[in-house]
């Protein structure tokens, strides 16, 4: 039998984590923690930030998804930032994050003067991403020892090589150089600056934004895990098949309210969909099966709940279970490339565009705001590509295939026609690798019958019936 493996004495400060509320999540992690602590002989008081990046690193490996390894990483950091609050450790745990921590601080003044103008007419998120933009530029200028009034366009291109130098993503880096040129704009009509910012950024330094082809899902694996989620009675299956009936979006998906029905006095339903990345509500029209899908989820839970799609405690869907979900739904099928949530969607426009519906319609039904964002999220299929490619190529054929006074069928010259009849052979089939035989022994068939004709014609004289 194999042995047991020994049980793990916990050191009090880690018994004192564990009673917090961070601490009860994270229990059986500190165990393995200290498991691997006491295989290696090293003790909290002798470790280094090589040894906790290494454990940290070796833990992570575990589980199978990103987002269980984030929730790892998240809690180990936390246990070593209490150790380092008590003392137990020697060194601070930020140097074993992936992306350090910042702090408002870090900001001028100014810049969070420039915040707070933007909070009563942007999003909440949007003045996030101000503000991540604005922690690079200033992080940039701390570097190199200057502020913002000594930038010029020398000195600002050396800020947009080190952005292309973080390996950022070209829309990345261009959200970071537009927003960055914004806050410029308001530093200078407050406190001028020696240049003008349109000169320190200027439209050729924006990256060329690479343009991704469409992902919808192969018409053959559409169809089989469409079948299979309608097949599964599990929450996240139904609320992924709706997802994928019309179109919605993963955050819209979890915010749906249970009553997110509407009807027309006509008897047509549609489905209200809320405010979502853009900001905008839609209805989309639902059929018979999407509103037995939809009365179905009703008809479970509490009936004076907020979601449609709830946990049992009455807390909305985590996006991450869906994603889980179609995971394990699509197994084994051949996707062409890793199966996400969002290509869904992809394959919601692209199955109507090629039913033959408007762009324009489809872009009302996405929630769109510009035909060109519809045209980046889906695209015609390679199969009407080629089915249109083939029609025009039969219409190029009938507008320039030569046409003559047609002759009458008593008139016709049976020469002429066995002459044809070779010409066809050669050119349709002659040219088949597997037909070449086949087609040369026809020929010689025909020259013959073609030769004896013509020796019964100049004998006898052709006759007129």
């Known amino acids: 039998m194999p042995s047991k493996r020994p049980k793990v004495r916990l050191p009090k400060i880690a018994k004192s984590f564990l009673r917090t509320k961070a601490g009860r999540r994270a229990k059986f992690l500190i165990k393995q923690l200290h498991r691997r602590m006491a295989e290696d002989g090293l003790a909290l008081s002798q470790a280094q930030p090589a040894d906790a990046r290494r454990l940290v690193e070796e833990l992570v ?29 020697g060194f601070d745990p930020a140097s074993l994050r992936l992306r350090p921590l910042h702090s408002k601080q870090q900001l001028p003044s100014i810049a969070g003067q420039f915040l707070q103008a933007l909070r009563p007419t942007h999003k909440p998120a949007t003045v996030t991403h101000y503000r991540g933009s604005l922690r690079k530029l200033y992080a940039w200028l701390a570097r190199c020892n200057i502020t913002a009034s000594q930038l010029d366009r020398g000195r600002m291109t050396d800020f947009l090589q080190d952005l292309a130098k ?37 439209p050729s330094d924006l ?26 009675d599990g929450l996240y299956c139904q609320g992924l098949l709706l ?59 509490s009936v004076d ?9 009455g807390k909305r869907t ?31 426009a692209t199955t109507l565009l090629s039913a033959g519906m408007s762009l324009v319609g489809v872009m009302k039904l996405l929630g769109h705001r510009d035909y060109r964002m519809t045209l ?45 009849l070779v010409r066809w052979v050669k050119k349709h089939i002659g040219h088949e690798f597997n037909l070449k035989r086949a087609a040369r022994a026809l020929v010689k068939r025909i020259e013959r019958i073609q030769e004896d004709l013509q020796r019964l014609t100049s004998r006898y004289g052709s006759r007129d019936d």
């Not at 190529?393 to 009938?398: P, Q, V």
């Open 305 to 313: 709940r907020r979601w449609l799609l709830e946990t049992p405690r």
């Open 166 to 202: 973080q390996k950022l993503q070209a829309g990345s880096r261009i959200t970071v150089i537009v927003q960055v040129r914004v806050f410029l704009r308001w530093h200078h009509e407050r406190a001028a600056l020696p240049h003008h910012p349109d000169h320190l950024i200027r």
């Open 376 to 420: 980046r999220y889906a695209a015609i299929t390679q199969e009407t590509v080629t089915e249109e490619y083939l029609k025009a190529l039969t219409k190029i054929e009938d507008r320039y295939k030569p046409t003559g006074p047609a002759i009458s069928s008593s008139h016709q010259d049976p020469l002429r026609m066995l002459s044809d």
């Open 207 to 232: 990256p060329k934004r690479p343009t991704y082809l469409p992902r919808p899902l192969p018409p053959a694996a559409d169809r089989e895990l469409q079948r299979r989620l309608s097949k599964s």
């Open 61 to 89: 490996k575990s589980p199978a998804t990103r987002e269980a390894k984030a929730v790892y990483r998240c809690q180990l950091l936390r246990y070593f930032d209490y150790l380092h609050a008590h003392g137990a450790i």
């Open 243 to 301: 997802m994928r009936r019309t179109g919605l979006r993963i955050g819209e998906l979890v915010t749906l309210d249970r009553d997110c029905l509407r009807s027309e006095p006509s008897g047509r339903r549609f489905l209200k969909v809320p405010l979502g990345k853009l900001a905008n509500e839609r209805l989309v029209p639902v059929d018979d099966q999407i509103v037995e899908l939809i009365e179905r989820l009703q008809s479970t839970g």
């Open 318 to 348: 985590n996006p991450a279970r869906y994603r889980a979900a179609l995971r394990e739904a699509g197994e084994g099928l051949p996707t062409d490339g890793p199966l996400v949530t969002h290509r869904l969607r992809h394959s919601y």
